[in-house]
């Protein structure tokens, strides 16, 4: 897979751990002083990059065991998976839920959203193992991605707040899709 593909996906992925963080950035800046808002902002960009890192491998590895079972159909797989986690994260973007903001975000809370914001990584890897991806490198990219956008984004939440949350996951769900076209598209027509 090209370099600038996987950074794209690894930008897509790490959108709702960006929107995540813009929105604690909001909640827990409000409430903090800048010392404590930068420590509590590196924590859960921390996780979210170790969560997001961490689920394409376990993907990979469930997709490499399945993959002999449906290596003609892969890139349909690869497509249905990218579109889905691209047109969920469009939908969630346009159909937002109300939130309320936490005076402190505890640990578990953290982890509790690097789970939730790193569960599509877990399909994309097992797109990777069926596209044959190197996965270690690729992980390493889609971790250090997601840091980044999410220590952004959070800085990000605590000057503009809310103005950016949607539009964030809206960039990333189209993202994943175009690159799931892109994925059929050289398997199918251009094959």
Not at 108 to 123: E, G, H, K, M, N
Request: net charge negative.
């Amino acid at each position: 897979m090209v370099l600038l593909n996987l950074l794209m996906i690894a930008v897509g992925l790490s959108m709702d751990a960006s929107a995540v963080s813009m929105s604690n950035g909001m909640c827990v800046s409000a409430r903090s002083n800048k010392s404590r808002f930068f420590g509590s902002a590196l924590v859960w960009s921390i996780m979210f990059g170790v969560f997001q890192g961490l689920m394409p491998l376990i993907g990979y590895f469930l997709g490499k065991a399945f993959s002999g079972f449906i290596s003609s159909i892969d890139h349909w797989v690869a497509f249905v998976l990218l579109a889905f986690i691209g047109g969920k994260m469009v939908w969630e973007a346009i159909h937002p839920e109300e939130e309320e903001c936490e005076v402190s975000l505890p640990f578990q809370t953290i982890v509790t959203q690097a789970i939730a914001t790193s569960i599509d990584a877990l399909a994309v890897g097992v797109s990777f193992a069926l596209l044959q991806i190197e996965i270690f490198s690729a992980s390493g990219i889609i971790a250090i991605t997601t840091f980044l956008c999410s220590i952004v984004a959070s800085f990000l939440g605590k000057v503009f707040g809310s103005l950016l949350k949607s539009k964030a996951e809206v960039f990333g769900g189209v993202i994943l899709i175009l690159i799931g076209l892109k994925i059929l598209l050289e398997h199918t027509i251009l094959a």
